[in-house]
């Protein structure tokens, strides 16, 4: 049991660039989520998605797309990187809200910078 | 959705006890309250989840009064490894979709 796990750990992009940062969880949890941590500062929400084939914009979705086409994957795209998109994301699960207990699980972050 | 506010920062010396409360003014009927902890380079990781009263495992407590509009993490005799940001998050019922944390509390501990 691997719980969330990110690819790729670290990517080096130049200005104008697209890449694709993969989320994968084994634990069937319904609910995903994908943040960008900028250095010193705290978590920001760019994109969710409450189940497959669904997705929703969080607090800073600008210059991404995300796609859930299976239960356990979920994408983040940048069609055309920039400077400011230079941060560590980090890809969430959980199970269902409404039960107790149904905290977040954390993959260990995808280090971009941008030049 | 139910915003939280934190202390920016807080020390501590090895073996106090730390408490870092978090104020959650419009916290809805079913929100629980969840506390994370993060070390640098690294995802963050659950602590400690509560609803109401207090809660208590094996590394920290959670006390959560009557109106719930806050809550306080506590952590017993901390050591130098509990040096961390602490995030509080309010939401996992079924009308919050969206999980937005707050700037978080960075506890240095000195030896």
């Known amino acids: 049991n691997a719980g969330v796990t990110q690819t790729p750990k670290f990517r080096v992009l130049k200005t104008g660039q697209s890449m694709t940062l993969l989320c994968a969880q084994d634990?069937?949890?319904?609910?995903m989520y994908w943040y960008r941590q900028d250095p010193g500062m705290g978590l920001r929400l760019i994109h969710y998605?409450?189940?497959?084939?669904?997705?929703a914009k969080g607090e800073v979705p600008d210059g991404y797309n995300v796609s859930r086409l299976k239960k356990q994957n979920f994408l983040l795209g940048l069609e055309s990187a920039a400077p400011s998109q230079t941060s560590v994301y980090f890809c969430?699960?959980?199970?269902?809200?409404?039960?107790?207990?149904?905290?977040?699980?954390f993959g260990n972050g995808t280090r971009l910078t941008v030049t | 959705l139910a915003k939280t506010t934190q202390p920016i920062s807080m020390d501590s010396y090895e073996g106090q006890e730390v408490n870092i409360t978090c104020s959650h003014n419009?916290?809805?009927?079913?929100?629980?309250i969840t506390w994370y902890q993060q070390f640098p380079s690294q995802g963050p990781r659950f602590i400690i989840q509560?609803?109401?009263t207090k809660v208590t495992n094996e590394v920290a407590s959670l006390f959560i009064p009557a109106d719930r509009k806050s809550s306080t993490l506590s952590l017993p005799r901390v050591s130098l490894s509990d040096t961390a940001v602490y995030y509080c998050l309010v939401g996992a019922s079924y009308n919050t979709d969206k999980l937005i944390f707050g700037t978080g509390t960075r506890l240095q501990v000195f030896p």
């Open positions: 419009n916290i809805a009927t079913n929100d629980y």
């Open positions: 509560g609803y109401k």
């Open positions: 634990m069937n949890h319904e609910y």
């Open positions: 969430a699960s959980r199970r269902i809200p409404g039960q107790a207990n149904s905290p977040l699980h």
């Open positions: 998605s409450v189940g497959e084939g669904t997705t």
